[in-house]
């Protein structure tokens, strides 16, 4: 059955076995469709501009291609429901259930989906610009290739989620979980990711460049050939995590916590390191020029081949380290624990 055929709002909710219709391109702008039932019905193409949908069941129902922009889906229960490429700019999906919806190349721009459950939902290639997705659930959901420059993520929850190559520029992850996500070469350049927990996750080849990660937990966490170019990861936990390769020059890194991780040929010239633990890490021909490693924790660290040129290692503690080929030349050492035991005058 065809939308043309009804001539009032009130026949659309008449008709029996409503999930089974075709209503393809129906136009219902600023309709009141609010706790409704409309499980498993084919909107796909519907123009929805400003309608009120709160509550509504929309399970497994076809919306793809559909104008969804300023409508109010509030609590509405979008699980498994296919909204590929549908238009929600400005939408409001607070709370919405849209567990397994598929949303790829959807526009969700400036939409708020705050405290919104998207468990293993399909958001391949969705513009979320300026969305706002504090305290979302987004465990197992896949925005490969999203846009999420702006977004507010917030304490949002990304476990497992699969973020490679997404754009997000100057987002806002505070405190947000992010238990072994997969951000392989996702951009988050001047993102906020203060206290957010990135435990195991893999970001190799991401640009964090000026991002703020103080006190984020980066224990185990994947960053080789990262950059990481004038971040602040103070007081950040970097505890076996596999740093290789990376780019950290001028980053930030006083009282970070790098016990035994890997920063083997990792650029961190001029990289303030004062009080950080770097205890049994791996620094082998890693660049240290002028980086400040002042009161640093060196111990059993392997510094073979690394470059110190010009570094402050002043009051430093380096008992057991490795410093075979390492080049200390001009380096600051007053106050240093050398290997050996014996402290620099």
């Given amino acids: 059955m065809k939308a043309s055929q009804f001539s009032k709002k009130a026949e659309f909710f008449s008709q029996p076995e409503i999930g089974e219709i075709n209503f393809v391109g129906i136009k219902l702008m600023g309709a ?14 519907a123009v929805l501009k400003g309608a009120s949908l709160t509550k509504t069941k929309l399970i497994r129902a076809n919306l793809s291609d559909a ?19 549908a238009d929600l700019r400005e939408a409001i999906l607070t709370e919405a259930d849209l567990s397994g919806a598929i949303l790829s190349g959807a526009d969700l721009s400036e939409a708020d989906i705050s405290i919104a459950t998207l468990i293993g939902t399909s958001l ?47 987002a806002c992850l505070k405190r947000a979980s992010l238990i072994r996500a997969y951000l392989h070469r996702v951009d988050l350049r001047g993102a906020n990711l203060t206290q957010a927990d990135l435990s195991e996750t893999n970001l190799s080849g991401a640009n964090l460049s000026g991002a703020n990660l103080s006190g984020a937990n980066l224990s185990g966490a ?28 001028s980053t930030i890194l006083e009282k970070a916590n790098l016990q035994g991780a890997d920063l083997s040929k990792a650029n961190l010239s001029q990289a303030n ?73």
């Fill in 32 to 45: 009141d469709l609010s706790n409704s039932n409309l499980n498993r019905i084919n909107l796909s193409n």
């Fill in 273 to 345: 390191l004062f009080e950080a633990n770097l205890s049994q890490a791996n620094l082998f021909e890693a660049n240290l020029f002028k980086a400040n490693l002042t009161q640093a924790s060196l111990v059993r660290a392997g510094l073979l081949l690394a470059n110190m040129l010009k570094a402050n290692l002043s009051s430093a503690n380096l008992i057991g380290a490795n410093l075979i080929g390492a080049s200390l030349s001009e380096a600051y050492l007053e106050g240093a624990i050398m290997p050996q035991g014996a402290t620099q005058c």
């Fill in 124 to 170: 391949i290639g969705a513009r979320l610009k300026g969305a706002n997705l504090t305290k979302a659930n987004l465990s197992g959901a896949t925005l490969s290739r999203a846009i999420l420059t702006k977004a507010d993520l917030s304490q949002a929850t990304l476990s497992r989620a699969i973020l490679s190559e997404a754009d997000l520029r100057v």
């Fill in 67 to 85: 104008d969804l922009r300023v409508t109010n889906l509030k609590s509405a229960q979008l699980i498994e429901t296919t909204l590929s490429r």
């Fill in 222 to 249: 994947d960053l080789s050939q990262a950059t990481l170019s004038t971040a602040d990861l103070s007081e950040a936990n970097l505890q076996k995590a596999n740093l290789s390769l990376a780019v950290m020059n």
